[in-house]
């Protein structure tokens, strides 16, 4: 079992910065990929970002590459999502989530767990 618990969203302007964490208990974490959803108002849950157990595989929606980076620390539990020159567009609540590494990784359903989302607000 794996519970997770996000933290550092907010408000913030457009071109702005927040990083968040994805903070895990149970020792299993480092077995497991940790991915980062959004979901906005109206709208299905979508893929942000994904990284492997070790961090040698990381994948990025193609609407956050270049400005989002996924990071995680195993020793201490917790995963990360830097996000730079944020857009309106980005507003959304932010789940991160875990699961064995597959194939496939964009789905809501290739994760077994999540974390209960953490507001993110850009404003223009």
């Known amino acids: 079992q794996v519970q997770l618990v996000e933290s550092g969203g907010g408000l913030v302007q457009a071109g702005g910065s927040l990083k968040l964490s994805c903070a895990a208990s149970g020792r299993t974490f480092s077995r497991y990929a940790m991915g980062w959803f959004r979901q906005a108002p109206g709208k299905e849950r979508e893929f942000v970002a994904v990284?492997?157990?070790?961090?040698?595989?990381?994948y990025y929606a193609d609407s956050v590459k270049g400005r989002f980076t996924i990071s995680r620390d195993n020793a201490k539990n917790t995963g990360y999502l830097q996000m730079n020159s944020l857009k309106p567009e980005d507003t959304a609540v932010y789940y991160c989530?875990?699961?064995?590494?597959?194939?496939?990784?964009?789905?809501?359903?290739?994760?077994?767990?999540w974390g209960q989302g953490t507001q993110v607000t850009v404003s223009s």
């Open positions: 989530a875990a699961g064995l590494w597959k194939n496939r990784y964009y789905l809501p359903t290739d994760y077994d767990y």
């Open positions: 990284i492997n157990w070790s961090g040698g595989r990381i």
